[in-house]
């Protein structure tokens, strides 16, 4: 958690050329980008269909400020997911059991309606070769939070990109998160989370392995659909 997210991507990224994508932040910016003066105009002309007046002092820098908290929202699209994970450790005295983090608190937005989902991911391996660095973990958590998602997309995008580059026995990785586009409009149902999951490996096809991994999550509460 020390550097920077697109200070690590700019380090990293390119290293195998996959997942490269554009960046929000301009770094990898691509031909379709709109500059950040047309962004600006953008959210301008949404708070005038709000219905309010964009030229009043209090509104009058909250364009450039959206687009501030744009590049924060959205800076997972310059990072490299799969470039986090390549760095790992081999020396592990064979160990092979379970190497879980536990709420990992994430805040992303939802791709329907841009509102924001809060939550935490759990996330579980079983090395077979190499393990990594548990920071690294929550930075792909992070770099797919911070795009615009769909929570079960989220889930089997980080439980995917681990098993890819670590190939270990098995990933496991559970989601909980309210979703605002739920709670403060539609249906208005706060205090509602949605659980999603993804078991690969040993976690799908071993009983007790993934009853090991919810116990030590803890069963998660209240399922329900997004969208509802
Ligand atoms: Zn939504």
Redesign the pocket.
């Known amino acids: 958690m020390s550097s920077d997210p697109a200070q690590e991507a700019g380090a990293l990224g390119g290293g195998n050329g996959q997942l490269q994508e554009i960046g929000i932040d301009g770094t990898a910016a691509g031909p379709g980008r709109p500059a950040r003066e047309e962004a600006e105009a953008a959210v301008r002309t949404l708070l005038r269909w709000a219905g309010d007046d964009a030229d009043r002092e209090g509104l009058r820098d909250t364009p450039a400020r959206v687009a501030r908290a744009w590049e924060e929202f959205f800076a997972g699209y310059a990072i490299d997911p799969k470039a986090l994970l390549e760095r790992t450790f081999s020396e592990t005295e064979g160990y092979d059991e379970m190497v879980l983090l536990r709420d990992i608190r994430f805040e992303s937005h939802?791709e329907?309606?841009l509102?924001p989902i809060i939550g935490c991911a759990h996330v579980a391996y079983l090395p077979k070769h190499r393990v990594v660095g548990i920071s690294k973990l929550v930075r792909v958590v992070e770099a797919f939070a911070r795009r615009l998602q769909i929570q079960e997309k989220m889930t089997v995008q980080i439980a995917n990109t681990i098993n890819d580059v670590l190939e270990p026995n098995g990933v496991a990785v559970v989601v909980e998160a309210a979703?605002q586009?739920m709670t403060t409009r539609g249906v208005h149902k706060p205090g509602v989370s949605m659980v999603t999951s993804c078991m690969l490996g040993q976690f799908r096809s071993n009983a007790s392995t993934r009853r090991e991994f919810l116990s030590l999550v803890g069963t998660p509460q209240g399922t329900s659909n997004?969208?509802a």
Do not use: P, V, W
């Open positions: 939802c329907h309606h509102a979703h586009c997004h969208h």
